[in-house]
């Protein structure tokens, strides 16, 4: 009976595989699974001859494998290096806001951008020492693949590192209930519907407004990346996707003109 | 065609099934230690041995590739996870065998191997929520660490070694008990000293498959531990495993990158110690009962 | 002292069973029995099967109590000891108390740690002490002179006659007073049945012996006293060869002159 529904499976795929000619693989960030994946089965009903397989990796997997042409599509929230860029189209989907997060027993819900800088990279260990309770600074943060943590380091701590000390955790989820659970934790997350439990850091003189989401000055900007030379159907995909009107849901936000 | 002809036919069918799929296996198995011998040799081949598998710091972006913390921390993690969780899976298999009435045995063993099964990042979730903060109090920090990575690991073996203490202890004759009991030792006497005795080989066999579990877990780790590349100097410090820091650089480190190939050279040493556990439960379980 | 005729060694205690009753949830299996065995002798229990005669031998060292839903009533002395009672102490008990099982039962240690079991249990570390007490007991199971020597080897490298005699030497290292056996035999070739008889007839005097057994030419070779059990009651006990040559009750003769099984 197995062996049986192996076998059906297997023809079906093939059949599949006949039926229709194109195949197109997106690969890269997963914070652009969701809205891809929302988009893609109305696309795929208006061209049926096109099959789209989609995955996850991360950033730099995903710009590595269009690259190297092991992809169609490369979904990135890294801005790719001049060497690898030259090659290839962006298509952008908005601004995605990249959020300052707290635990909500360290007394602050504002800091300058030098404040922030300080805390992130390890130079300030308590809260103390920017008017808030006496609890050790906890930085937690994504690992060095993470486009959000790309975008902080770049504009928040102007090219250094964050803390070594930092706890990583793999995904945006995970940090958020790390910072939720952690003493005097601190750290960011791109943006999310449910941010309870938490403070939201306002920033200098900027506060964080979810229906004015395109004000907010930190954000990355996730980009769909194709070959220059690629199909014009594959150009094509990109160009829709990236103009999908569901992005509103997932937080992606109108670029300013 | 006669039925024995049929018979004979299948059978053939059969074989070459069979062997088609050995030889598949033996196939990828090839291809997983080339692969990977061939990443770890390009490896060495541009980065030398300097500053790599014995160095202190790892910072790939800058072409430091010590991956001392991590093999500290695959090995504490581990023996904390087996050395908690051993006794308790054993106190499960003789609850289960010796203390509880017979017919509850297909129940109990149902129940942990449905327990088996549950999804390691589950386990992750369930340590952030509850083993971290519990750490956090005993050992202070920010309860990220070592020891918390160590606890969820056990509570995630503990299914799978309880499972396989059980079968130990189901392959004690009843006659050895009664034997020992009619000599005027008492129950526990029996259990040390014949029950246990008697199963030593099963039992230790079941502590390096634990061992190889705990060693190869990845996901609910990575949620605990912290992801600190510094060596790990107590155990309620934060640290890394081969396997979890794998996971953190992997997407950072795409085939091609810089640095890529020290995922290679982590895996291989991985792979080499999963292989020496291999080695060692073939060695113990060449001597059998009897 | 004597007690029917025959001299009653001090080392080994009469038995005394009265209205013993042994039941399983509602089966019951042993129905309002009472006899009396006298020390140093060989008794023999013969019965079709399912008449509760190994039920009775595990009255004797309580290994009974491991069946749940058990239930004893009346009184079993072996001695002066009370066998039967909530805070009877078992590990007293069943180093008065030895056995011996249908199916040699050795553990997977080596000749010398089987013998030594028992006498570790009760806090022998001596090497000297135990080597002698494992040489005395494999002397007295007739077995030194084929182990000396191999006492290091596993038990289960031994022939099954061997296991068997090993498992006595075991039981005889705690220094029982009673030896219970549960056909004993019943699982061995005849040479090796004829060598646990022996032993059976070399240990009279000094034990007090109940073997339960199918083999009824056994029954007569070695025990003193045969007693007959069917469903559940003692039909009859008395000398053996009384028992055999002019029975009182007819469903002993018929069971002994085979008519049913």
């Known amino acids: 009976m197995f062996f049986l529904q192996w076998w059906i499976a297997i023809w079906l795929s093939q059949r599949g595989i006949l039926e229709r000619s194109a195949h197109i693989a997106i690969s890269g960030s997963s914070a652009l699974l969701p809205v891809i994946k929302e988009e893609l089965p109305r696309w795929e009903a208006r061209h049926p001859e096109v099959r789209v397989s989609v995955t996850g990796g991360g950033s730099w997997a995903g710009l590595a494998a269009v690259s190297q042409g092991r992809a169609d599509i490369g979904m990135s929230d890294i801005v790719p290096p001049e060497a690898m860029s030259r090659g290839m189209l962006g298509y952008p989907l908005g601004r995605l806001p990249v959020l300052f997060i707290g635990n909500r027993h360290i007394g602050v819900n504002q800091v300058s951008q030098p404040q922030l800088e300080q805390l992130l990279a390890g130079d300030i260990g308590n809260w103390r020492q920017v008017g808030g309770a006496n609890a050790p600074v906890v930085v937690v943060s994504r690992p060095l693949s993470s486009g959000a943590r790309f975008m902080t380091e770049r504009r928040i701590l102007k090219g250094r590192s964050v803390s070594p000390r930092a706890i990583i955790q793999l995904s945006n989820g995970a940090l958020y209930k790390t910072v939720i659970s952690t003493p005097g934790a601190l750290g960011y997350v791109e943006w999310r519907p449910d941010l309870k439990g938490v403070v939201v850091m306002a920033v200098g003189s900027s506060r964080f407004d979810l229906r004015r989401g395109d004000r907010w000055p930190y954000y990355t900007e996730p980009t769909l990346y194709v070959r220059k030379s690629a199909p014009a159907i594959v150009k094509q995909l990109a160009a829709d996707l990236s103009r999908s009107p569901a992005k509103a849901q997932f937080g992606l936000y109108p670029a300013q003109p | 065609m006669t039925v024995h002809q049929k018979n004979l036919r299948t059978e053939r069918v059969q074989h070459g099934l069979f062997l088609a799929a050995a030889a598949l296996l033996i196939a990828v198995g090839f291809a997983f230690w080339g692969t990977l011998g061939w990443g770890t040799l390009r ?32 090995l504490s993690v581990t023996l904390i996870a087996v050395v908690l969780a051993y006794p ?18 297909p129940a109990i063993r149902q129940t942990v191997g449905s327990l088996a099964a549950i999804p390691s990042v589950i386990f992750g979730w369930w340590g952030l929520a509850m083993v971290v903060p519990l750490v956090r109090k005993l050992g202070g920090g920010t309860g990220f660490s070592v020891a918390a990575a160590g606890i969820v690991l056990a ?17 004690v004759p009843e006659r050895w008990v009664e034997g020992s009991l009619a000599l005027g030792a008492t129950p526990d006497q029996t259990l040390g000293r014949v029950v246990l005795q008697s199963i030593r080989a099963p039992l230790a066999e079941a502590g390096i498959v634990a061992v190889g579990r705990a060693l190869g877990e990845t996901m609910a780790v990575q949620m605990v531990i912290g992801g600190q590349t510094f060596f790990p100097h107590n155990v309620f410090a934060p ?17 091609g990158a810089f640095g890529h190939h020290v995922l290679d050279v982590m895996a291989l040493l991985l792979l080499l110690a999963m292989y020496g556990l291999v080695l060692l439960v073939e060695r113990i379980g060449g001597r059998e009962i009897g | 002292m004597t007690l029917g005729g025959y001299r009653v060694d001090n080392e080994a205690p009469h038995i005394n069973v009265t209205h013993l009753s042994v039941a399983y949830r509602d089966q019951r299996i042993l129905k309002d029995v009472s006899m009396t065995v006298p020390g140093g002798r060989v008794l023999a229990v013969i019965g079709p099967s399912g008449c509760g005669k190994s039920t009775l031998l595990r009255v004797f060292n309580r290994l009974v109590d491991r069946v749940s839903g058990v239930h004893i009533k009346g009184q079993v002395q072996v001695g002066n000891f009370e066998v039967i009672g909530d805070h009877v102490d078992l590990v007293e008990l069943r180093q008065k108390v030895g056995m011996v099982f249908q199916h040699p039962n050795p553990f997977p240690f080596s000749v010398f740690d089987n013998v030594a079991y028992g006498p570790r249990l009760q806090g022998v570390k001596n090497s000297n002490r135990l080597r002698l007490l494992v040489e005395n007991s494999l002397k007295q199971a007739s077995l030194w002179d084929e182990v000396r020597g191999k006492l290091r080897r596993p038990a289960s490298s031994l022939s099954g006659g061997q296991q068997q005699r090993l498992c006595i030497a075991r039981a005889l290292a705690v220094s029982p007073q009673v030896l219970l056996m549960d056909e004993p035999t019943s699982a061995l070739d005849p040479l090796s049945t004829a060598k646990i008889e022996e032993l059976v007839l070399a240990l009279k005097g000094r034990y007090t012996v109940i073997l339960v057994t199918h083999n009824l030419q056994q029954a007569a070779r070695v025990s003193d006293f045969t007693a007959f059990f069917r469903e559940g009651h003692l039909v009859e006990l008395g000398p053996t060869k009384e028992v055999f040559t002019t029975p009182r009750r007819s469903a002993t003769e018929e069971f002994l002159t085979g008519r049913y099984e």
């Open chain 2, 43 to 74: 490896f060495f081949l541009q980065h030398g041995l300097n500053r790599t598998i014995l160095g202190l710091r790892y910072h790939p972006i800058q072409g430091e590739f010590g991956l001392l913390p991590f093999i500290a921390g695959s």
């Open chain 2, 88 to 105: 308790l899976a054993l106190s499960v298999a003789v609850t289960a065998t010796m203390v509880l009435p017979h017919r509850w045995l």
């Open chain 2, 155 to 171: 509570v995630m073996i503990v299914p799978t070694l309880s499972l396989l203490a059980i079968h130990a202890a189901m392959r």
């Open chain 2, 239 to 255: 640290g890394a495993t081969l396997t979890s820091e794998i996971l953190n650089d992997i997407g950072l480190l795409p085939p």
